[in-house]
């Protein structure tokens, strides 16, 4: 009985491809874990863009979210919204900038996180509204004072470092009473070791 070239060929062939269908699969299970990684990192810390973590989610995204050949045009988009972010937090609030300049520069900032996350969102096949992403937030005010107790104190280093003067004022020296009365007594005994009328130094005599 002649074999047939394509069962011999399916015999041969058919283990690799399994093999290589199993590879792409887990490949591609990996790389959205990763992504999904970094989204979650960047939902869990939108409140304080300054944390370790959400800029190491944010250095993240141009390897994990490269367009490739499935969903290009939705990985692209992310891409471009964090390409946005980085050039306005690059840009920053300008030199000299005021407290309406710096709000403003945050307000920026805070738009261009809700559009980099509902690039994500929507990469990512989650049915999240731009308004959960903007205000579906927790951060006690507790937090929010500490961090602009840190940032100030950056800013006095910064500030030391570049060699500008720290304004200092003394207003008083801690003192006990009994100090005081010493001190007093120290005056009265060294004032009256002088002669009033000309004033030189008062020597006795001791025999």
Not at 35 to 54: D, G, H, K, W, Y
Not at 79 to 87: C, K, N, Q, R
Not at 143 to 158: N, P, T
């Amino acid at each position: 009985m002649p074999v047939e070239w394509w069962v011999v060929f399916a015999t041969l062939v058919g283990p690799i491809l399994a093999v290589q269908t199993q590879k792409f699969i887990e490949r591609a299970g990996d790389r959205k874990k990763r992504r999904e990684a970094i989204f979650v990192a960047l939902m869990a810390n939108r409140a304080t863009r300054i944390s370790p973590e959400f800029v190491k989610a944010l250095n993240l995204i141009d390897i994990e979210f490269l367009p490739g050949r499935i969903s290009a045009a939705k990985d692209r988009k992310v891409i471009d919204a964090w390409h946005e972010f980085l050039g306005e937090l690059t840009h920053g609030a300008g030199p000299g900038a005021d407290q309406a300049a710096i709000a403003a520069w945050n307000q920026r900032c805070e738009d261009k996180v809700v559009d980099l996350l509902a690039a994500m969102s929507t990469a990512l096949g989650f049915s999240l509204t731009r308004e959960q992403l903007r205000r579906g937030i927790y951060h006690p005010q507790g937090a929010v004072e500490r961090e602009q107790a840190q940032l100030e104190i950056l800013h006095g280093l910064r500030r030391l470092l570049n060699g500008s003067s720290i304004p200092m004022a003394v207003k008083e020296f801690p003192a006990s009473p009994e100090l005081v009365q010493a001190q007093a007594d120290l005056a009265r005994k060294a004032a009256g070791a002088y002669d009033e009328k000309n004033g030189a130094l008062r020597i006795k005599e001791v025999k």
